[in-house]
């Protein structure tokens, strides 16, 4: 009986002991979150495993978001912040939240050469839980620097290429980038699928046209003599052109009005000699003025009215070309200085009772 009591004591101090070690053991993979002088991160995760091992997942998870949100680059070092948003992702699973459970521990797994054996395998385990649920988006952006937006909301900071969860429907895509013109894409995400979407910015073509002409024309307005603005001058091998066009059109037309008014004076000797005939033939004189005229008075009027016309065309035509041949006399003394945009165009006119030419524009 004396051997009891130190048997009981020996018993206890060894289970004591081994008890602490499987304790410690257990704790191994979270040795890095225990360390340091209990800031606010570590009391988020002490808060959390709390919370997690007692099943009260929706408190769990607000104390490890909490803590994720807390960690930076000068307090916490990278396997804290992925074992973190890894316990993150595992809350987010268990209350079916698949989308941001996926995010947060792909994002954990990307870190994995730092993170324990045991973390990565519980981590992977819940991916591959989290997948079938949600819709993969592989998205590449050229420029890189330009902003992406899904469904209206920027994600993260611009990048080549992305890996997006997103939840299975609808999606819109908008990159844009100052100075581009803004890119679109819609898709149908699909639960447990991935989609592979390439996308180009393309500079602002009428921003860039534009600058190109405003210098272009700069460049031209530089070039041309003092004074003169290119889109309001004529060149000088043009006006040469037009004022021998206009003497010759001028003399054309002063030759045509003189044969209309030589063709009159015949057409008024023959209508001379048909009427003093017909005169002497009728003993009336006024037999054309009455209903019953004989066919002689009606031949005597057209030969008239052709008389009459002929004329008229013959001094409209001499009027045209002295006016034609005046403005090209004008044009040798200030075309120099002032020479037309749009010149004059001459077009001929006749009806049933006149003849002439109608001129155009401006001199």
Not at 78 to 97: P, T, V
Not at 162 to 172: K, T, V
Not at 326 to 351: E, M, N, Q, Y
Request: glycine share 8%.
């Amino acid at each position: 009986m004396r051997f009891v009591a130190p048997s009981l004591l020996l018993c206890l101090i060894f289970g004591a002991a081994t008890g602490y070690t499987s304790s410690a053991r257990a704790e191994d993979i979270y040795s890095t979150l225990d360390e340091g002088d209990g800031s606010t991160v570590k009391e988020h995760v002490r808060r959390a495993r709390r919370a997690r091992d007692a099943g009260r997942w929706t408190e769990a998870h607000a104390a490890y978001k909490a803590a994720f949100q807390a960690t930076d680059s000068a307090s916490s070092t990278e396997r804290e912040r992925a074992e973190i948003a890894g316990e993150l992702g595992l809350c987010e699973l268990a209350l079916k939240q698949y989308r941001d459970a996926a995010e947060h521990l792909a994002w954990s797994l990307e870190q994995r050469n730092i993170l324990p054996l045991q973390l990565q395998l519980r981590f992977e385990a819940g991916q591959r839980t989290a997948a079938p649920h949600v819709a993969t988006l592989y998205l590449s952006v050229e420029p890189p620097d330009a902003e992406v937006l899904i469904d209206g909301k920027p994600v993260s900071a611009p990048a080549r290429t992305y890996r997006l969860f997103l939840e299975p429907g609808q999606h819109m895509v908008r990159a844009r980038l100052a100075g581009h013109e803004e890119a679109f894409q819609s898709f149908d995400a699909l639960a447990g699928k991935a989609t592979t979407i390439s996308m180009q910015v393309p500079r602002a073509a009428t921003l860039a046209a534009t600058a190109k002409h405003i210098t272009t024309g700069t460049r031209e307005t530089k070039r041309s003599a003092p004074g003169a603005q290119a889109s309001s001058m004529v060149p000088s091998a043009t006006a040469s052109k037009l004022r021998i066009a206009g003497a010759i059109l001028a003399g054309a037309t002063m030759v045509a009005g003189g044969g209309f008014l030589t063709w009159s004076a015949y057409t008024e000797d023959e209508l001379h000699d048909r009427a003093t005939a017909l005169r002497g033939a009728d003993k009336e004189a006024d037999r054309c003025a009455r209903p019953n005229a004989p066919r002689a008075c009606a031949e005597l009027r057209d030969l008239q009215e052709q008389r009459d016309l002929l004329r008229q065309v013959g001094w409209v035509s001499l009027a045209s070309g002295g006016a034609i041949g005046a403005l090209t006399l004008v044009s040798l003394f200030v075309g120099r200085t002032s020479l037309p945009s749009d010149g004059v165009r001459v077009v001929p006119t006749a009806s049933g009772q006149s003849a002439g030419l109608m001129m155009v524009g401006a001199w």
